[in-house]
């Protein structure tokens, strides 16, 4: 398995900063945010390429159909502005060549079920669309229950592969998200193993705030996630992401979390070897 961090766990860092201080820790991949990209694709990808570090997971800079409710990541309201958005940051980001870029339904803001679900039904044919052309993998991310009123509201894998089934659209993957799908049962995810696109990696606190993080502990709900993964022939790339606080992880330097967070995953990886 290749060990990854995505960008968002080192928040205040910039990308120049974040690269050469996963690269220092030992990672074999970065997950990029769009948000912490550069203008220049090409700089960025030289920096990549000096680096050795191959991209895993890519969330776009509007990463959601339906506009989300988390303080300074709204973006415009117009469902359709937000999907021309996304369709455009997958272009983008295919030429990082990565695992996948992924997108999510967001909160339904006061529709209804079905009035979101026809917004992320249009936006994910699109998307599909764009990604298809641009030669990457689409990956939709089903989100933790206790954000459904802010990040999304098709919460469950479940729910997430039956709006794919039912657009009929195979070739778009699901990111599992660790985190996220802590109430799911195991072997749920065992049988979706080839469905899986990507996959993030994050416990929950020991006294749980809705959407921060920590690291994945060797006796958490990641490490039997990821065995289950193992045991089903999962062997892609476990990437690091981690929403903190300001006086949290996110108060770390940045050298500092990169190696807190390879040791983590690291262990995790070890002890889930066949």
């Given at each position: 398995?290749?060990?990854?961090?995505?960008?968002?766990?080192?928040?205040?860092?910039s990308?120049?900063?974040?690269v050469d201080?996963?690269?220092?820790?030992g990672f074999?991949?970065?997950?990029?945010?769009?948000m912490?990209?550069?203008?220049?694709d090409?700089?960025n990808?030289?920096?990549?390429?000096?680096?050795?570090?191959?991209?895993?997971?890519?969330?776009?800079?509007?990463?959601?159909f339906?506009?989300?409710?988390?303080?300074?990541?709204?973006?415009?309201?117009d469902?359709?502005?937000r999907?021309?958005?996304?369709?455009a940051s997958?272009?983008?980001?295919?030429r990082?060549?990565p695992?996948?870029?992924?997108?999510l339904?967001?909160?339904?803001?006061?529709?209804?079920?079905a009035?979101?679900?026809?917004?992320v039904?249009?936006?994910l044919?699109?998307?599909?669309?764009a990604a298809?052309?641009?030669?990457v993998r689409l990956?939709?991310?089903?989100?933790h229950?206790s954000?459904?009123?802010?990040?999304?509201?098709?919460?469950?894998?479940?729910?997430?592969?039956g709006?794919?089934?039912?657009?009929?659209?195979?070739?778009v993957?699901?990111l599992?998200?660790?985190?996220?799908?802590?109430g799911?049962?195991p072997?749920?995810?065992?049988?979706?193993?080839?469905?899986?696109?990507g996959?993030?990696?994050a416990?929950e606190?020991a006294q749980?705030?809705?959407?921060?993080?920590?690291l994945?502990a060797?006796?958490g709900?990641?490490?039997?996630l990821?065995?289950?993964?193992r045991?089903?022939?999962?062997?892609?790339?476990?990437?690091?992401?981690?929403?903190s606080?300001?006086?949290?992880?996110?108060?770390?330097?940045?050298e500092?979390a990169a190696?807190?967070a390879f040791?983590?995953?690291?262990?995790?990886?070890?002890q889930?070897?066949?």
């Open positions: 398995m290749r060990l990854s961090l995505s960008t968002i766990s080192t928040l205040n860092a990308f120049g900063e974040d201080a996963y690269a220092a820790a074999d991949a970065i997950g990029l945010w769009e912490k990209l550069p203008e220049d090409e700089a990808r030289d920096a990549l390429r000096t680096a050795r570090l191959a991209v895993s997971n890519c969330i776009p800079t509007v990463p959601s339906l506009q989300l409710a988390i303080p300074g990541m709204e973006g415009p309201a469902p359709e502005e999907a021309d958005a996304i369709c997958v272009r983008r980001l295919a990082y060549e695992d996948c870029v992924l997108c339904s967001g909160p339904l803001g006061g529709r209804t079920e009035e979101g679900r026809e917004i039904v249009d936006g044919r699109r998307a599909a669309e298809r052309e641009a030669g990956a939709f991310e089903p989100i229950p954000q459904h009123d802010s990040a999304g509201f098709i919460g469950s894998l479940a729910e997430a592969l709006v794919l089934d039912d657009l009929a659209l195979g070739d993957g699901i599992v998200d660790t985190y996220n799908l802590v799911e049962a072997a749920v995810l065992g049988a979706a193993v080839g469905r899986i696109a996959v993030h990696v416990d606190l749980p705030a809705p959407g921060v993080r920590t994945p060797p006796d709900h990641s490490a039997t990821v065995e289950t993964l045991a089903a022939g999962w062997d892609g790339t476990l990437d690091v992401e981690i929403f606080t300001s006086d949290g992880f996110w108060s770390l330097p940045v500092e190696r807190r040791a983590s995953v690291a262990a995790l990886r070890d889930t070897e066949p």
